[in-house]
């Protein structure tokens, strides 16, 4: 019968119990830690800001004096629309206004003379504003008669063209904006553990071969439950000439540089476990006929303090009916 010389005591737990919670342990300790391949990742650029611009008017286009690809500031008219025909109708609505205006005044007057009920007076003075606020409505449509751009960009594409008349809120421009851009990643949900606002990276574009700096600034505030993995925003502050939104690359983050691994202990014995923790040691399996020769020893890293009640592991000889890794 094989003999046995163990320096943890015997507690009749099963192994597998002791050996599982030291492999939980180790896992999670090499998922938190940076990929070793850099922590790259696939990303694309975008504008800071992008729109696609409607009108609520239904004109006629006079002028659409931008293409794709050319420059505007903010405030430059994109679209500008014929509208006369509102500019008949706000004239006549400010008209009919006047008149009911008049109107309530008269019966007002008659009213403070008892000439007329309080009703009449009421009903005028309501008239009068009805007509005031259909004026309105008609002056805030003319806003619209000219399509303004709202920051400084580009043109990406014009999807209405001259002296057509599309219906309102049609599509008729999409721009985007000059300046920084943002560099959109989805990454592994793990790299949570180390992937922090104000991480720095390199992305280098496909198209162009340029590299570019970037900070972290916004992570998703939910994982993906079906693939494991999360958005990731960093912003792109310079970026040189001939790099479009749109344009895709990779990008390696700089703090995520893997740690070596630091070798296992050879020498036979309790290994030294962290303050705080226990001890995890080994047992030491003499075949028949060894007696008084250096016993082989199998160490295994040390655990956290919950991983085993009595802090030991039994590893058993390859081959003998007591091994303890199976």
Request: charged share 20%.
């Amino acid at each position: 019968m094989n003999k046995q010389r163990s320096i943890a005591p015997k507690t009749g737990w099963p192994r597998r119990v002791w050996l599982t919670p030291l492999l939980l342990a180790c896992a999670t300790a090499w998922g938190s830690q940076p990929p070793a391949d850099g922590g790259s990742a696939r990303g694309v650029l975008r504008a800071t800001a992008e729109a696609t611009l409607s009108s609520s008017v239904s004109e006629k286009i006079l002028s659409m004096p931008l293409r794709e690809g050319e420059r505007f500031k903010q405030g430059d008219v994109l679209v500008s629309f014929d509208c006369r025909r509102l500019e008949a109708e706000l004239r006549a609505a400010r008209a009919g206004a006047a008149v009911e205006a008049r109107n309530a005044k008269v019966q007002s007057e008659l009213l403070r003379m008892a000439a007329t009920g309080r009703a009449d007076a009421d009903i005028a003075r309501f008239k009068h504003q009805e007509r005031q606020a259909q004026a309105d409505v008609i002056q805030q449509r003319m806003v619209d008669c000219k399509v303004v751009a709202p920051y400084a960009g580009s043109v990406v594409e014009t999807l209405a063209r001259l002296d057509e008349t599309p219906p309102a809120n049609e599509k008729l421009i999409s721009i985007v904006s000059d300046g920084p851009m943002e560099l959109h990643m989805v990454v592994p949900s793990k790299w949570l553990a180390w992937l922090k606002e104000g991480s720095d990276l390199d992305f280098i574009v496909d198209e162009t071969g340029d590299v570019l700096p970037a900070k972290v600034t916004r992570v998703s505030a939910a994982v993906d439950a079906v693939s494991q993995t999360i958005k990731v925003v960093a912003r792109v502050e310079q970026a040189p000439v001939g790099v479009l939104p749109g344009m895709s690359g990779r990008a390696t983050l700089e703090g995520a540089a893997a740690t070596p691994a630091t070798p296992m202990a050879s020498t036979p014995g309790p290994m030294q476990a962290p303050a705080g923790k226990l001890p995890v040691q080994a047992v030491y399996h003499v075949p028949p006929g060894s007696e008084g020769q250096p016993p082989a020893v199998m160490p295994i890293p040390s655990a956290p303090s919950h991983a085993t009640p009595s802090g030991s592991v039994r590893v058993g000889a390859p081959g003998s009916s007591n091994s303890g890794v199976r």
